[in-house]
């Protein structure tokens, strides 16, 4: 196996934040940012279950953290992390070309303006 090769993406500003290889267990791989602290420390998994067969399909599941200091509770600082997760249930048919087609689709769907306000502003999508 080749090694895992550093991750470089935007979290809207105008630097790329690069996630660093952290771990491999078994089909798993978690890569995290460097940060200020340890408590503030974004992380991406990858759950590549693709050589797996459960039937007839293969499943990668991905998991974004992004951790913030919410300072809205009693005037003390708490760590938390919000959570993004993409679960891939992949048949075995789909052809390359179908699953980046499906992929393109996730990445469209987060960038199409009624789902940002949506989910940025807490708004409904209608």
């Known amino acids: 196996m080749s090694a895992i090769a550093p991750l470089s993406l935007s979290d809207g500003s105008q630097t790329a934040v690069t ?6 267990d078994g089909n798993s791989v978690t890569w995290t ?8 420390q974004p992380k991406v998994v ?3 279950r693709g050589n797996l067969t459960s039937g007839n399909t293969r499943r990668y599941k991905l998991t974004v953290g992004c951790p913030f200091v919410d300072t809205n509770l009693n005037n003390e600082s708490v760590y938390k992390t919000g959570y993004a997760n ?3 249930v992949l048949p075995r048919t789909m052809t390359t070309a ?6 393109n689709l996730c990445a469209s769907v987060l960038a199409n303006t009624i789902i940002v306000d949506a ?6 999508p209608y």
């Open 119 to 124: 989910i940025d502003n807490a708004q409904n």
């Open 86 to 88: 993409v679960d891939m």
């Open 98 to 103: 179908d699953v980046t087609k499906l992929r």
């Open 46 to 48: 990858a759950d590549g």
């Open 19 to 24: 996630f660093n290889p952290a771990s491999k």
């Open 33 to 40: 940012a460097s940060a200020a602290s340890v408590q503030l």
